[in-house]
């Protein structure tokens, strides 16, 4: 029996991860934070972490327990709790939370109160690397002018990390959502599987108006994507390729998109090339997939996704958009230094 009207819904996604699962729980059980209720969402793993968690956690009264039929995957099984049990729910603020990480004992309160004294309708919240505590794992997202939106401080130092500063959006592994902005501009948009859900989101409520920002204070201790690592391989990475054109289609001011949707495409036939050139023909390849398997099969998609949004939502003037864009020439600059010159791997490297 959950507790009714809380003020603060949680959600975790569990698959195959039941561990995980357990020691997050526990440290929300143990936050001094109890004004919540807590939606363990099973995306039908196997029938031992079932039992487990009706073991564990069937008679927590702050604890609502649900099993998928089949893995709906992050994305649609966070849409999903959302449309059928949350929507119509009274309740003020959704925290989304990895299964694969802890939180402080102050982190949700920290969090509420921070977006409460900020007027923030998404917090992200102080996410470090579980193992390497001195290492920060994301800050929430920036936007490259060209569209591709990207972690904050992913792999700096912790404490280049003390204060709290506007952002473009929150990692969804440890956020907090406003729901009267979710209800007002939709949740996650079912495009999306696993990735990229939360940057298209925080964009979204940036361009009509809502506010979004970092709390220092609200630590957040990740485990570095263990869901992630369960589908990776290159069909992922090509949907992440794609993911990229459709959030840009989809969200872009008419100007923007005229102005950097073609140097995306023709920065992406640059990059084919250099790894041609290079022997890097795992990205090439991948990179190829993308643009054409979007343009054919997606691209429709996207302006359908884009005309309704458009059609349907009071945004701010384009210019606010271009004032927090980061140069993408800086940006690729960084990257032929990182990944060619000192030939570190990069993230499409890891896809064989």
């Known amino acids: 029996m959950i507790q009714k009207n809380a003020s603060v819904v949680v959600l975790i996604v569990n698959w195959n991860g039941i561990e995980d699962t357990i020691e997050c729980v526990n440290s929300i059980c143990d936050s001094n934070f109890k004004d919540f209720e807590l939606y363990i969402i099973d995306n039908n793993s196997q029938e031992s972490d079932s039992k487990t968690l009706k073991k564990q956690f069937g008679s927590n009264d702050k604890i609502c327990l649900r099993f998928y039929d089949k893995n709906y995957g992050f994305t649609k099984a966070h849409i999903k709790i959302f449309k059928e049990e949350l929507i119509t729910k009274k309740f003020e603020w959704l925290l989304l939370l990895n299964n694969d990480v802890t939180i402080d004992i102050n982190c949700i309160s920290n969090l509420i109160s921070h977006a409460n004294t900020n007027h923030l309708d998404i917090t992200s919240s102080k996410m470090i690397n579980y193992f390497k505590r001195s290492e920060m794992d994301n800050a929430g997202h920036r936007v490259i002018s060209t569209g591709e939106i990207i972690p904050i401080g992913s792999g700096q130092n912790v404490d280049e990390f003390d204060e709290n ?181 990069s993230a499409l490297d890891k896809y064989r």
């Open 165 to 345: 500063f506007v952002n473009l959006g929150a990692c969804a592994g440890g956020a907090l959502y406003k729901k009267s902005c979710v209800s007002q501009i939709g949740f996650f948009d079912d495009y999306f599987n696993t990735g990229y859900e939360d940057a298209e989101l925080g964009l979204r409520a940036f361009l009509t108006g809502f506010k979004t920002g970092y709390c220092a204070s609200a630590l957040v201790y990740h485990k570095g994507g263990k869901s992630i690592k369960k589908v990776f391989n290159e069909g992922y990475a090509i949907q992440n390729q794609k993911n990229i054109l459709f959030t840009i289609i989809k969200l872009y001011p008419l100007p923007l998109l005229l102005l950097y949707y073609p140097i995306n495409i023709f920065r992406s036939i640059l990059i084919i090339i250099i790894c041609l050139l290079i022997y890097k023909w795992n990205i090439s390849k991948i990179m190829f997939k993308a643009i054409i398997n979007f343009h054919f099969k997606d691209f429709k998609i996207a302006l359908i996704a884009r005309n309704k949004f458009q059609g349907s939502s009071k945004t701010i003037p384009w210019y606010k958009l271009f004032l927090q864009l980061h140069s993408f020439v800086k940006f690729d600059i960084e990257r032929a230094w990182e990944y060619l010159i000192k030939r570190s791997p």
